[in-house]
């Protein structure tokens, strides 16, 4: 379970780490030591994410209102393959199956969202609070509880409804920082009671620049320059007033914390001894992570974003600077609004400086920044374009955090690995492997001193990813999207996260070996069973398309030749690597 201290106590004592001053980073120390065998923290907690559009389906069922996303992956092209969320995992019709899986890994704690037009269609809570919503959450948490598992619950996992985004125009208005916390306060009101752990908004910086920067995300706005500067800086504002909404109205009775979880790479200098680089890499993550985290903690945006932001706008001849200011006021205001800090971190880039000269035309965050963003093509690369396996970046960034920001309180609420393939396959060996690494990068930062409280894997099932539609894979699970009924098998990096769990860390190095052996040892049973019934479902297809004599040539492929072909390699695999170890015995 998470930690339930005394949370007035513990409360004050974060508000003291939210306010102190930052120490210096040193850039040019990156020692990549040797895996650490050891244990972590005493009442270190362990669970798994997901999010509300991502798992939940049910998209227009039980007075659900229409979502940015609802709307948005509707409309062809924009997501690989025109998949959507409508049906994902039918999570709102799993619960009790999903809870056990929980169970059975043993997790303390479990991230979700909660769905802002399920509980408010409209968005607006003078018009309508849907209580068959509330009620689904309501099954949801009772089942954690009831399995000893800690809720965790982000508010704002990217789910705008719809309705705010036509009338108001989305996070580009300032009206969502009342709309938000009105949302928020009803979250409070019905949860709070079971609910101690609360998150504002996950990775806000996703929402400002893919929705309203490139266009990649709902809503798919391409205000270039000024669009992701003016959403965050409503967002900054909204995480605030609820912030002080809960510290205010709810705390006293409640006891609960309330963070926001922001998503950091880790920027890597190319030449830790060339000034320019070790400046270039630092200007990365301030535009990434502190663009958010230093409002929170110091009251206004870092340094290096009003200097660049500022010339680049002076530059193409506009009388004030395109990223929007603090009033006095609302720096103290917003200054300090932090009761722990959620992580999210995935992978590293190289950095390098690189002028990208400003013209009249119009400038853009990415250009704001005057950086270029390299990899080494030594990195792992499972599948995904963006994601590669960098763990010692991780620790890196843990570091950076707690030389900067006081050494708050943290939670790592997303850190996990895809793949992208066609076929098939349990036996996610590269997956055991990045989850071990990362997670001893983060106990060497524990070690370092960092104040890492609890872990999340991302995640718990396979599910929709926004742009990339169900081309990637996330999940310990894998879900079966094209059955109705979206059963979920267990890969092997289910084994493994279970006993880095029981353990608490990692004991010794033969015993950790053994859980790899034994995780793809179940993991050949698990795809053997996957096969048959894909089989199944092959032969099913075949019987259809009999009696269909207009299906396409193109159906035939997609519905037959590709999974038959997908079955042949699992069982090939099974078959070889129980031969592998075999051998090794």
């Known amino acids: 379970m998470l930690p339930r201290c005394a949370f007035a106590v513990c409360h004050v004592f974060v508000l003291v780490l939210c306010l102190s001053s930052a120490e210096d980073f040193d850039w040019t120390k990156n020692s990549h030591s040797s895996f650490h065998y050891g244990t972590f923290p005493a009442g270190f907690s362990w669970g798994v994410g997901s999010s509300a559009y991502q798992t ?20 062809k092209g924009k997501i690989q393959s025109n998949d959507t969320g409508d049906s994902s995992c039918e999570g709102y019709h799993k619960v009790k199956d999903d809870v056990s899986l929980m169970k059975e890994l043993k997790l303390n704690h479990y991230r979700f969202s909660i769905s802002w037009p399920r509980l408010i269609p409209t968005g607006i809570k003078s018009d309508h609070i849907n209580e068959k919503g509330i009620e689904y959450y309501d099954e949801l948490i009772n089942h954690l509880l009831e399995s000893k598992i800690t809720p965790v619950v982000t508010l704002y996992h ?6 705010l985004q036509e009338k108001y125009g ?6 969502m920082v009342n709309h938000f916390n009105e949302f928020a306060s009803l979250c409070f009101e019905r949860f709070g009671n079971r609910v101690k752990y609360w998150m504002t908004f996950n990775n806000p910086w996703s929402v400002a620049v893919e929705g309203y920067e490139t266009g990649e995300h709902a809503p798919g706005l391409r205000l270039k320059g000024t669009g992701a500067y003016r959403a965050a800086h409503h967002i900054i504002k909204a995480h605030a007033k609820v912030w002080h909404t809960y510290d205010t109205q709810w705390r006293g009775k409640q006891k609960g914390l309330v963070g926001i979880s922001l998503s950091g790479d880790w920027g890597e200098p190319v030449d830790i001894s060339n000034q320019k680089d070790i400046e270039a890499a630092e200007r990365y993550v301030q535009f990434f992570l502190g663009w958010f985290a230093t409002p929170i903690f110091h009251g206004d945006y870092p340094q290096v974003m009003k200097d660049f932001v500022g010339r680049k ?3 193409q001849g506009l009388g004030t600077s ?16 932090c009761d722990f800090l959620g992580i999210g971190h995935f992978t590293t880039r190289y950095i390098t400086q690189k002028n990208h000269p400003s013209a009249r035309s119009g400038g853009s965050y990415f250009t704001d920044r005057d950086l270029a963003e390299l990899v080494d093509p030594r990195w792992p690369d499972p599948g995904s374009e963006w994601l590669y396996s960098v763990p010692w970046g991780f620790r890196r960034l843990l570091n950076f955090v707690k030389s900067q920001y006081g050494n708050p309180m943290i ?8 793949e992208k393939m066609l076929c098939t396959e349990l036996c996610d060996d590269w997956r055991i ?3 071990k690494d990362y997670i001893n990068e983060m106990l060497k930062a524990i070690k370092d001193g960092v104040n890492v409280k609890g872990y999340t894997a991302w995640s718990l099932l396979d599910k929709f990813e926004w742009d990339e539609g169900y081309s990637e894979r996330f999940g310990l699970y894998y879900v079966d999207f094209r059955n ?16 880095v769990i029981s353990s608490n860390g990692f004991p010794n190095q033969r015993e950790v070996e053994n859980w790899r052996r034994k995780a793809v040892e179940t993991c050949s049973s698990s795809n053997q069973l996957l096969a048959a019934e894909e089989q199944r479902s092959t032969a099913a297809n075949i019987l259809r398309l009999i009696h269909d004599p207009l299906t396409s040539h193109m159906e035939m492929v997609t519905e037959i030749v590709v999974p038959t072909v997908c079955t042949l390699s699992i069982l090939l695999s099974a078959v070889f690597l129980m031969f592998l170890l075999r051998r090794r015995n």
């Open 56 to 75: 939940e389906g049910a998209w227009d069922k039980d007075g659900k209102g229409l979502s940015i996303w609802d709307v948005f992956s509707h409309k």
């Open 158 to 163: 990217w789910d705008l409804p719809q309705v």
């Open 170 to 175: 989305g996070w580009q208005n300032i009206s």
């Open 313 to 315: 706008s002076v530059q």
């Open 322 to 337: 395109r990223l929007p200011t603090f009033s006095p006021q609302e720096k103290s205001y917003i200054k300090g609004t």
């Open 411 to 418: 939670y790592v609420t997303e850190n996990g690995v895809s």
């Open 433 to 435: 492997q990045y989850y």
């Open 484 to 499: 109705k009924n979206k059963p979920r098998y267990p890969k092997a990096s289910v084994q493994f996260y279970k006993r």
